[in-house]
């Protein structure tokens, strides 16, 4: 068993209200920032024993389908990579 490192990164899907991002993206235009949009992620970093880096992002994606990310409202991408 190699030590990996899956990335989870989930965010709304298009079409669905984000009132952190436009909060947040407001208050970065009162501050003089210019911007055209403004989306919010939730990353997780999960560490995991697997035979290989698709195991390891099979079992992420798992994690993603039952629980870190709700598939009515949001997308997520897997990324793996072995730890040192």
Do not use: C, W
């Amino acid at each position: 068993m190699t030590g990996y490192t899956a990335t989870v990164t989930v965010r709304l899907k298009h079409g669905v209200l984000d009132p952190e991002a436009e909060t947040t993206q407001r208050a970065l235009e009162r501050l003089g920032f210019e911007l055209e949009d403004l989306r919010s992620t939730d990353r997780f970093e999960i560490d995991v024993e697997a035979a290989d880096a698709d195991e390891a992002g099979e079992r992420a994606g798992e994690m993603a389908d039952r629980l870190l990310a709700n598939p009515t409202i949001h997308d997520y991408e897997v990324a793996v990579e072995e730890r040192e």
